[in-house]
């Protein structure tokens, strides 16, 4: 199965998510920041949203990153999300990775990939985008068989503790049962 392209379908027949994607293509065009995703749940709670078979479940963030060296406060991605918040009404969640890597504890983080392959789930280091052309570009930075396999992975340049906390605070397994723990 050619998962990406799956993947791709299911987003381009989501009307929430294709709107979130324009809002933020268009917003983060005006500023100037081309590198930037919608990650995290945004993809991979709809990959599991279909594997279940279940009906849209909400999003409780919408969590849009971005790579940005010239300006990186907190100041700024609340601006950022506000200016979305009035384009279209969501939980939006914006964080900038060019500073994250202090509140994490990493080494500074070069891209907003770089940042994502630091994050405590496999499955969750999934993010999309609309290129300049308008077309949908997807990262998924341990594969989309990983994706697609219906558990919750460990990154092993994660925290284990991080990761143990997150999968415990997290409704995933409730709420997706086919999951599993791979570990």
């Not at 990959?47 to 940005?68: E, M, P, R």
């Amino acid at each position: 199965m050619n998962y990406e392209a799956q993947l791709k379908t299911w987003i381009l027949e989501d009307k929430m998510r294709v709107a979130a994607l324009q809002q933020v293509a268009d917003l983060f065009a005006e500023l100037n920041i081309t590198d930037w995703y919608i990650a995290a749940g945004f993809v991979r709670n709809l990959v599991w949203d279909k594997q279940h078979q279940a009906s849209f479940i909400s999003l409780n963030d919408v969590d849009v990153i971005y790579y940005c060296t010239e300006e990186i406060s907190v100041y700024r991605d609340r601006l950022i999300e506000l200016a979305l918040s009035e384009r279209l009404t969501l939980p939006w969640s914006v964080k900038n990775q060019a500073r994250m890597h202090e509140k994490n504890n990493h080494p500074a983080y070069t891209s907003t990939l770089d940042a994502m392959s630091y994050w405590p789930e496999q499955q969750t280091a999934v993010a999309v985008k609309l290129n300049a052309k308008g077309e949908l570009e997807i990262e998924a930075l341990f594969g989309f068989e990983s994706l697609f396999s219906l558990s919750v992975s460990y990154n092993p340049k994660a925290d284990e503790q991080v990761f143990m906390e997150r999968v415990a605070s997290k409704p995933w397994f409730k709420q997706y049962p086919q999951l599993s723990l791979a570990l």
